[in-house]
């Protein structure tokens, strides 16, 4: 029997549940996924489930699919062990990127997630680029952001210090944990954020230790561990889909495959978190609308002149702002284009229904 509590199940989405309670429809969280087919957690335990018909009518766009700890409405075959999904509850938060290749579409990695950890490996491998993408999506997908530095254990103390100054810079009143699953150094930080009804997504890219983060907050082996090449630190792709997994604790936890490149995806709102110590910066400048590259009195350009902020920092930031106006430009296009075919629908239901 399958406490829902412990899984997440909160006062709010009872509320939203409740109508379809009502009409005889059951409830079951997304643990996996896996080319249509759905493993589900219900009351009578995990059975495999596909969509409805009418729900897939209903669905326009990629992210409107269940996703890895979506909230379900389902009918329910016991016997079976089967269910048909028909609805999904409101997503309190979602984290997204855009999906691989030239296609502008979101992908949706998980939802319903209470805290992420951002999974850094303390060895060549560490890039404070990569972090701050990850922050901002983080911050963006609705869930508290906490910088997990693992594998403190293979470098030195001076390291480890030096390494947790990097993060701060750019992580402004993040949590920032070094860690060892070897030693057990630092995990019972992670633990305190693993209790019941909360749910934890480990993000990070391959050869940082997820599945050995994984595998010690479940006490027990259930990701298979890679050692990661000795020329250049880096692993491969150990997770090779996302599962949503009860802990001990009582919480639940979200192992993601390793993601090296993270394509940002409708981030604009988090801009200003992620960097916010330019954009303070930028409230100093002479001009409004300054852009921090010729302009004169420019209170960025000064930081860096008196070594307050580093160059690459405030490239990162023009990177980001550019992807986002590309996203915007490639967004318009695919909503003009969604709406010309739903009027050239609309418009051949109409024939149809004359004839």
């Given at each position: 029997m399958i406490n829902f509590t412990n899984l997440g199940l909160n006062e709010e989405l009872l509320n939203e549940y409740s109508i379809y309670k009502d009409n005889g429809f059951e409830l079951g969280r997304i643990c996996s996924e896996h080319?249509?087919?759905?493993?589900?957690l219900t009351e009578v335990g995990e059975v495999l489930g596909n969509i409805s018909g009418n729900f897939l009518n209903s669905i326009t766009q990629k992210s409107d699919f269940p996703a890895v700890g979506d909230w379900v409405v389902i009918s329910l075959r016991k016997e079976e062990k089967k269910a048909t999904i028909h609805s999904l509850l409101t997503r309190f938060s979602k984290f997204s990127r855009k999906s691989a290749g030239k296609t502008i579409e979101e992908q949706v990695v998980a939802t319903n997630i209470n805290t992420v950890f951002l999974t850094i490996?303390?060895?060549?491998?560490?890039?404070?680029?990569?972090?701050?993408?990850?922050?901002?999506s983080a911050w963006e997908s609705g869930a508290k952001p906490v910088v997990v530095l693992n594998k403190c254990d293979l470098v030195s103390e001076e390291i480890v210090e030096n390494k947790?100054?990097?993060?701060?810079?750019?992580?402004?009143?993040v949590p920032i944990y070094p860690v060892s699953c070897l030693s057990g150094y630092g995990m019972d930080s992670l633990k305190k954020h693993c209790t019941s009804g909360e749910t934890v997504a480990l993000l990070g890219s391959s050869g940082a230790g997820k599945s050995t983060i994984?595998?010690?907050?479940?006490?027990?082996?259930?990701q298979i561990t890679q050692q990661v090449r000795e020329k250049d630190d880096k692993g491969k792709h150990t997770t090779t889909h996302r599962e949503l997994l009860q802990l001990p604790t009582g919480g639940n936890l979200i192992d993601t495959p390793g993601m090296r490149e993270l394509q940002l995806w409708d981030i604009e709102n988090s801009l200003s978190i992620g960097f916010s110590?330019?954009?303070?910066?930028?409230?100093?400048?002479l001009f409004k609308d300054c852009k921090h590259i010729h302009e004169p009195s420019c209170a960025v350009k000064e930081a860096i002149k008196d070594g307050l902020l580093d160059q690459a920092r405030l490239d990162s930031y023009f990177k980001v702002e550019k992807e986002i106006r590309y996203?915007?430009?490639?967004?318009?296009?695919?909503?003009?284009?969604?709406n010309k075919k739903k009027i050239k629908k609309i418009g051949g239901d109409r024939t149809r229904f004359n004839r």
């Open positions: 080319k249509g087919i759905y493993k589900i490996s303390l060895n060549n491998d560490f890039n404070l680029r990569r972090i701050e993408r990850y922050l901002i947790i100054k990097e993060v701060e810079s750019i992580a402004i009143g994984c595998n010690y907050l479940l006490g027990k082996r259930h110590d330019i954009e303070k910066l930028a409230e100093k400048c996203l915007e430009r490639k967004g318009d296009k695919l909503k003009n284009s969604l």
